[in-house]
């Protein structure tokens, strides 16, 4: 299938920019020309399972993560399916004071808003909701949902120490903002640090109002001193 190609080529153009290394460089470590590596990338040429392990040996990532294509689904469920099930996105939001900036991202699930565990990806701070690959950092791992929260644990693929954990408090609307809470390790110092984040099934406006409700509320604020822990939405 030629989106399978077209996949595998954009996750490697993906990391070797991550990696810093150039067509030139890359096309030396794996033992190709330039030409070879350039229709890689495209998605024209399709890859033998020798080349793959190979060019992720040099990436240093897993062959999983160059060829987390999700296939579509195939069949329809006799029953009606619902706008949510439909979306393998959610759209992430929050407010980072110290630089005076709203950070959008954009998490990809292999699978459906409605299933109980997926794989996932973070691609961390992006320019353009609609091109992940614009994000500053990339992460992976798993979702878990429940009834009331709906859980993301995620590592950084260039950095195993650095992990995210996300908890989010479901929404009774399927379309609905969700808010939640992102525990991990800030760069700007080296230190842990937990923030307050929204979810969306679609993209949301950015504009004052959401970075306003972006910022901890004075009850918020006042529960956190209260309590000596964060929390969201005390009163």
């Known amino acids: 299938m030629k989106e399978i190609s077209m996949h595998v080529g954009k996750r490697i153009r993906f990391y070797r920019k991550k990696s810093g290394m150039t067509i030139e460089v890359f096309a030396q ?3 190709k020309s330039k ?7 495209n998605g024209e040429i ?5 080349t793959l392990f190979t060019i992720a040996q040099a990436l240093q990532v897993s062959p999983g993560q160059l060829i987390d294509y999700a296939m579509p689904q ?3 469920r006799p029953e009606v399916l619902l706008e949510s099930d439909r979306q393998s996105r959610l759209y992430m939001y929050y407010y980072y ?3 005076n900036k709203l950070v959008q991202s954009v998490i990809e699930l292999n699978g459906s808003l409605t299933d109980v565990s997926a794989k ?8 353009d909701v609609e091109d992940c690959y614009s994000c500053k950092f990339l992460y992976h791992g798993d979702m878990r949902r429940f009834d009331s929260f709906t859980i993301f644990m995620l590592e950084n693929q260039n950095n195993p120490v650095e992990r995210l954990l996300l908890y989010t408090v479901n929404s ?3 379309m609905g903002r969700m808010t939640g809470m992102l525990s ?3 760069t700007q110092p080296l230190a842990p640090v937990s923030l307050k984040y929204f979810l969306s099934p679609v993209p949301l406006e950015v504009n004052e109002q959401l970075i306003e409700d972006l910022t901890f509320t004075k009850e918020e604020l006042k529960a956190i001193r209260r309590c000596n822990m964060f929390l969201l939405g005390e009163t």
Do not use: W
């Not at 030409?35 to 990338?41: D, L, N, P």
């Open 172 to 174: 009774f609307n399927p």
């Open 29 to 31: 470590k794996i033992q």
């Open 184 to 186: 991990g390790i800030t």
């Open 74 to 76: 195939m069949y329809q």
């Open 35 to 41: 030409a070879t590596v350039s229709k890689y990338e």
């Open 97 to 99: 004071g110290k630089q």
């Open 46 to 50: 399709a890859i033998d399972v020798e």
């Open 120 to 127: 996932a990806r973070l691609f961390l701070e992006v320019s």
